[in-house]
C-alpha cells in the first residue's frame, strides 16, 4: 500500500457511508473541521465496523 492510501481509505468509506467530505475529514477544509481526537475516534469505528462486517460475512459463509 502507497503512503496515503489508508487514509484515503478512510475517507472514501466516511463519504460514503458517513456522508463526511474527505476535505473535512482529512483536516483539509477551513470552513468545517474535525479535530485530531474526533478523526481518530472515527478511524476507529470504521475499523470496527469493517471488522464486524468480516466477521458477519465469514459466518454467512460457513453456514452454506
Known amino acids: 500500500m502507497k503512503e496515503g492510501d489508508s487514509e484515503a481509505s478512510y475517507a ?9 467530505r474527505p476535505g473535512v475529514l ?3 477544509s477551513p470552513l468545517d473541521t474535525i479535530d485530531r481526537k474526533e478523526r481518530a ?24
Open 12 to 20: 472514501h468509506y466516511a463519504l460514503h457511508k458517513l456522508k463526511i
Open 26 to 28: 482529512m483536516g483539509k
Open 41 to 64: 475516534f472515527i478511524y476507529a469505528s470504521i475499523d470496527i465496523h469493517v471488522e464486524n462486517e468480516k466477521k458477519a460475512m465469514n459466518k454467512s459463509r460457513k453456514k452454506r
